[in-house]
């Protein structure tokens, strides 16, 4: 009986627990007594980590998640979670060390295995249904971030972007003296398949309003930036573009990497210098992890000690990949990748000079080049010194309010470093990357795909997408959706796009 709620489960997991504890007891024509007491059953034998680890479990990695209890536990975990699951939850979940005694672990798995994980338990990385996103709004942290960061940002250009009405442009009265308008470019990347739709998040299997697509070599993504003024970004006589098709394929995890973003803004860059240099231009990007990455060499007070290093310990700094000449990562005799240490970035005062983490050259007690430690350099920034040397490096596992209290020299120097704000806000390399060339840079609050109008875009270019034939033969029919793809992209008329960037302006 048991064996049958859990198989159940991972069928309907949509249902949750009460409804496939039901279903199982209806079939053994009992009521809800005994769904009850299937429930308690499944519960105290997910808790029994003997009733689960049978001594198969050697290769776990590859064949364990076949094992439908585990698939069980983990189904039930993520549900307990809520809406928007990510392959990190697997992760996190993972770190638990009765969990990994449980699943025969020795440690948590790699973000790549739980993806697949997630497909492994039916989950797509997809768009649920329309309206979806609302929930995310309320989020404390994505509303704060919009109301301080992002509209803020954009109110602070208001006066010199151009407004569209109807798709035409009105020239509001206090535009007459503007010099310089603000162009914004919104970046999207987006999944056409012939009758399949973006992705956004995990989504269970079953969801509603999702139809599924055909198989995998009928899927494209493209990425791109689009404007209300220009439409999609390319020079004025079409020969250069920034728009990027690509095949979701195994390496990619089937979106772009940190390194494709920056190679395709360094091509608008390039295009809108060389062509629309008398505007200032303003990239918009989505909140994702691979747009907001940040250098391997980035500040972080996580590992800091308190006190310096000695001059004989090994650098502190950071492990990365030593990049050959031809710009790709050297191997070792090992056949892995060569690392080396670095130091860490400089930190930066209150007044914007920069702040070596390590002793310079000339120090009368100090070796040069050894780590400063987090007392010296909060001494530095003019914290007093005799109450630094009092506080400890950090608070139990570090479980002190992340929000600075009243008196912040009660607390520990790590939550000190914490709460500077060079420590705090690290940019992202597509930030320093879009600000070192003199563009301006954006990034959408979460859940909030209503403000970037390319959305609405793709959907206008995908009802074309859809009734494009493709051709017979498997290979051309390859050409054909990549052909399909830019003819549909191309013949969403201006207007329709400005109206699209209209509307997403007005939920700003
Ligand atoms: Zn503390």
Redesign the pocket.
């Known amino acids: 009986m048991l064996k049958m709620l859990f198989s159940r489960f991972l069928q309907h997991h949509r249902h949750g627990w009460i409804r496939v504890s039901a279903d199982v007891a209806f079939m053994y024509q009992r009521g809800p007594a005994l769904a009850k007491r299937l429930r308690a059953w499944a519960r105290a034998f997910l808790l029994d980590r003997k009733a689960r680890l049978p001594s198969a479990y050697g290769s776990w990695s590859k064949s364990a998640l076949d094992n439908d209890i585990l698939k069980a536990e983990l189904c039930a975990h993520l549900q307990g979670i809520g809406k928007y699951i990510r392959a990190q939850d697997i992760v996190d979940y993972l770190q638990d060390p009765d969990a990994l005694s449980r699943f025969g672990l020795k440690k948590t798995i790699a973000l790549s295995t739980a993806k697949q994980w997630m497909k492994k338990l039916e989950y797509r990385w997809g768009k649920g249904p329309h309206g979806q996103y609302v929930n995310g709004h309320e989020r404390e942290d994505v509303a704060a971030y919009r109301q301080k960061t992002f509209l803020p940002a954009f109110a602070s250009r208001e006066a010199t972007v151009r407004q569209w009405t109807n798709g035409g442009p009105a020239v509001p009265a206090d535009q007459a003296t503007v010099s310089r308008h603000t162009v914004y470019w919104f970046h999207d990347e987006s999944c056409f398949s012939a009758n399949d739709r973006r992705k956004v998040y995990w989504v269970p299997k079953g969801a509603q309003a999702i139809p599924q697509p055909k198989g995998e070599g009928a899927t494209l993504m493209v990425a791109d930036f689009a404007s209300a003024e220009y439409g999609f970004l390319k020079s004025p006589d079409g020969s250069k573009a920034a728009r990027v098709l690509f095949r979701p394929g195994k390496n990619r995890d089937g979106w772009f990497t940190n390194d494709d973003i920056i190679q395709q803004t360094s091509t608008a860059i390039e295009i809108l210098s060389e062509h629309y240099c008398d505007e200032d231009h303003v990239f918009v990007f989505d909140n994702a992890t691979t747009h907001l990455k940040r250098p391997p060499t980035a500040l972080s007070a996580r590992r800091m000690s308190k006190s310096p290093t000695q001059p004989d310990a090994p650098l502190f700094g950071v492990e990365v990949p030593v990049i050959g000449a031809d710009g790709k990562a050297v191997f070792g005799p090992d056949g892995k990748v060569l690392k080396e240490k670095m130091r860490m970035a400089d930190a930066r005062f209150a007044d914007g000079r920069p702040q070596s983490l390590y002793f310079a050259e000339g120090h009368e007690l100090r070796v040069a080049g050894t780590f400063k430690g987090m007392a010296e350099i909060l001494m530095e920034r003019g914290y007093d010194a005799d109450a630094i040397r009092q506080l400890?490096a950090?608070?139990p596992k570090?479980?002190?309010?992340a929000i600075p209290p009243l008196s912040p020299l009660s607390?520990?120097?790590?939550?000190?470093l914490y709460n500077e704000p060079d420590f705090a806000v690290v940019e992202s390399i597509l930030e320093s990357h879009c600000k070192a060339r003199g563009f301006g840079i954006l990034f959408l609050p979460k859940f909030h795909c209503e403000l970037n109008p390319i959305e609405q875009v793709w959907g206008f270019a995908n009802g074309t997408y859809r009734d494009l034939p493709l051709s017979a033969s498997s290979r051309s029919a390859e050409a054909d959706l990549e052909r399909n793809l830019n003819h549909s992209l191309d013949s969403v008329p201006l207007p329709s796009i400005r109206r699209c960037v209209s509307c997403a302006f007005l939920h700003c």
Request: aromatic fraction near 8%.
């Open positions: 400890r950090q608070c570090f479980e002190c309010p607390c520990c120097c790590r939550r000190l």
